[in-house]
C-alpha cells in the first residue's frame, strides 16, 4: 500500500503516537480491553500495547482487522496508510545486499525451512525470534523495524512477484507464544490471497519428496539478472552463476509442483492455526485450575499455620 513520506523521525514517532490514541480510543468506545481485542485479531496483547503507546509497527492488515472489529468504517487504515513508518531502518551489514535487491526486485521465489521467511513474518514473530539471539530490547526493535521495512514493498496491490513453499517445520516450530503463531498463522492465510503472493506448504509426510537441505531465494532484478541467495548463521552468500542458478530453480520448480496447492496450503495453514488456539485454551484453563488450587493451599497453609485456641474441656 502506498504512503506518504514522513519529514523526520520526530514526525513519524508523533504520528504512530497519534495512530496508537485513535486505536485506544476507538477501542475503548467498543468496551474492549486490549486483550480482549488481541484475541479478537488475534495477537499478543502487549502488540496492541505497543502500538497504542506509538512504539510498535502494526501492519495494514492489523489496522484492517481493527476497523472491522470496532466498526470505525476504515478510519485505521486510511490513517495507517499516510504514515511512513520506516524513514530510517539499519539492517545488519552482512544483510544490506539482500535487502538493497528486495527494494527493486521484480519477483521472488523462496523455498523457507525450520522458520518463517523474513517478508511474511508478523512482528510478534520476529520480536520472539530476536530476542531469543539479542538481550538488549533496543537491539531487537532495531532488528524488527528493519525487517518489517522489507516486507511493505510486496505487501503492496501492486507489489513483485512473490512465491513461497514452506517447509511443513515452519509452522510446527513453536516462536513466542501460542498465540504469536496463531497470529502468525492467520497472516500467513491473509497474505496468501493477495494477487501477487502465493503461499504453499510441503507437507512432512509426503512420500517420495526430497527438499532442500537449506532456505534459498531466487530473484530477478529489473535488468533482467537473476541471483541464488542462501543463509550460513551470521552471512548471506550470492551466486549468478546462469548453471548454479539454473540448477537450483529446477530444484525449486520441483519442489513447487510436488508441494500442496495453495489452497491445500491453506487448508493446512488454518489446522495447524486452531492447534495452536485450542493449545491456547488448554494452558488457559490450566492455569486456571493451577491457580485455584494453589489458593486453596494457601488457605489451608493459613488455617494450618494460624493461632490455635485450647477448646475447654468439660470438667467431670
Same mark, same amino acid.
Given at each position: 500500500m502506498s504512503r506518504g513520506n514522513a519529514t523526520g523521525g520526530a514526525a513519524v514517532t508523533t504520528t504512530a503516537a497519534v495512530f496508537g490514541e485513535v486505536l485506544r480510543h476507538h477501542r475503548e468506545a467498543a468496551a474492549?480491553?486490549?486483550e480482549a481485542l488481541a484475541r479478537k485479531i488475534p495477537c499478543d496483547r502487549s502488540h496492541v500495547a505497543r502500538v497504542e503507546a506509538g512504539s510498535r509497527v502494526p $501492519? /495494514?492488515?492489523?489496522a484492517k482487522a481493527c476497523d472491522e472489529l470496532l466498526g470505525t468504517g476504515g478510519v485505521l487504515l486510511r490513517l495507517w496508510s499516510r504514515i511512513?513508518?520506516?524513514?530510517?531502518?539499519?539492517?545488519?551489514?552482512?544483510?544490506?545486499?539482500?535487502?538493497?535487491? /528486495?527494494?527493486?526486485?521484480?519477483?521472488?521465489?523462496?523455498?523457507?525451512?525450520q522458520v518463517m521467511p523474513g517478508l511474511l513474518q508478523t512482528e510478534d514473530y520476529a520480536w520472539a525470534l530476536f530476542s531469543r539471539r539479542h538481550k538488549r530490547e533496543e537491539e531487537v526493535e532495531e532488528r524488527v523495524r528493519a525487517r518489517l521495512s522489507r516486507q511493505q514493498r510486496f505487501l503492496a496491490p501492486d507489489?513483485?512477484?512473490?512465491?513461497?513453499v514452506l517447509d511443513e517445520s515452519c509452522l510446527r516450530?513453536?516462536?513466542?507464544?501460542?498465540?504469536?503463531?496463531?497470529?502468525?498463522?492467520a497472516h500467513l492465510l491473509s497474505v496468501g490471497q493477495r494477487p501477487n503472493i502465493r503461499v504453499q506448504v510441503t507437507p512432512a509426510d509426503l512420500l517420495g519428496l526430497v527438499p532442500p537441505n537449506t532456505s534459498m531465494s531466487l530473484i530477478k532484478l529489473p535488468d533482467g539478472h537473476e541471483w541464488v541467495?542462501?543463509?550460513?548463521? /551470521?552471512?548471506?552468500?550470492?551466486?549468478?552463476?546462469p548453471a548454479v542458478y539454473g540448477s537450483h530453480s529446477q530444484t525449486y520448480?520441483?519442489?513447487?509442483? /510436488?508441494a500442496l496447492s495453495a489452497g491445500e496450503s491453506a487448508a493446512l495453514i488454518s489446522e495447524v492455526r486452531e492447534g495452536y488456539e485450542q493449545h491456547e485454551e488448554a494452558?488457559?484453563?490450566?492455569?486456571?485450575?493451577?491457580?485455584?488450587?494453589?489458593?486453596?493451599? $494457601?488457605?489451608?497453609?493459613?488455617?494450618?499455620?494460624?493461632?490455635r485456641y485450647p477448646r475447654r474441656r468439660p470438667r467431670p
Amino acid at each position: 500500500m502506498s504512503r506518504g513520506n514522513a519529514t523526520g523521525g520526530a514526525a513519524v514517532t508523533t504520528t504512530a503516537a497519534v495512530f496508537g490514541e485513535v486505536l485506544r480510543h476507538h477501542r475503548e468506545a467498543a468496551a474492549l480491553t486490549q486483550e480482549a481485542l488481541a484475541r479478537k485479531i488475534p495477537c499478543d496483547r502487549s502488540h496492541v500495547a505497543r502500538v497504542e503507546a506509538g512504539s510498535r509497527v502494526p $501492519q /495494514d492488515t492489523f489496522a484492517k482487522a481493527c476497523d472491522e472489529l470496532l466498526g470505525t468504517g476504515g478510519v485505521l487504515l486510511r490513517l495507517w496508510s499516510r504514515i511512513d513508518w520506516y524513514p530510517e531502518v539499519e539492517h545488519p551489514d552482512w544483510f544490506e545486499r539482500r535487502a538493497a535487491m /528486495d527494494a527493486e526486485a521484480v519477483a521472488l521465489r523462496e523455498y523457507q525451512t525450520q522458520v518463517m521467511p523474513g517478508l511474511l513474518q508478523t512482528e510478534d514473530y520476529a520480536w520472539a525470534l530476536f530476542s531469543r539471539r539479542h538481550k538488549r530490547e533496543e537491539e531487537v526493535e532495531e532488528r524488527v523495524r528493519a525487517r518489517l521495512s522489507r516486507q511493505q514493498r510486496f505487501l503492496a496491490p501492486d507489489g513483485p512477484l512473490y512465491l513461497v513453499v514452506l517447509d511443513e517445520s515452519c509452522l510446527r516450530n513453536a516462536v513466542g507464544s501460542p498465540a504469536v503463531m496463531r497470529g502468525q498463522c492467520a497472516h500467513l492465510l491473509s497474505v496468501g490471497q493477495r494477487p501477487n503472493i502465493r503461499v504453499q506448504v510441503t507437507p512432512a509426510d509426503l512420500l517420495g519428496l526430497v527438499p532442500p537441505n537449506t532456505s534459498m531465494s531466487l530473484i530477478k532484478l529489473p535488468d533482467g539478472h537473476e541471483w541464488v541467495y542462501s543463509e550460513s548463521l /551470521d552471512r548471506g552468500h550470492f551466486s549468478d552463476d546462469p548453471a548454479v542458478y539454473g540448477s537450483h530453480s529446477q530444484t525449486y520448480d520441483v519442489l513447487r509442483a /510436488d508441494a500442496l496447492s495453495a489452497g491445500e496450503s491453506a487448508a493446512l495453514i488454518s489446522e495447524v492455526r486452531e492447534g495452536y488456539e485450542q493449545h491456547e485454551e488448554a494452558r488457559s484453563q490450566l492455569g486456571n485450575v493451577g491457580q485455584e488450587q494453589l489458593q486453596r493451599r $494457601q488457605r489451608r497453609q493459613l488455617h494450618r499455620g494460624g493461632l490455635r485456641y485450647p477448646r475447654r474441656r468439660p470438667r467431670p
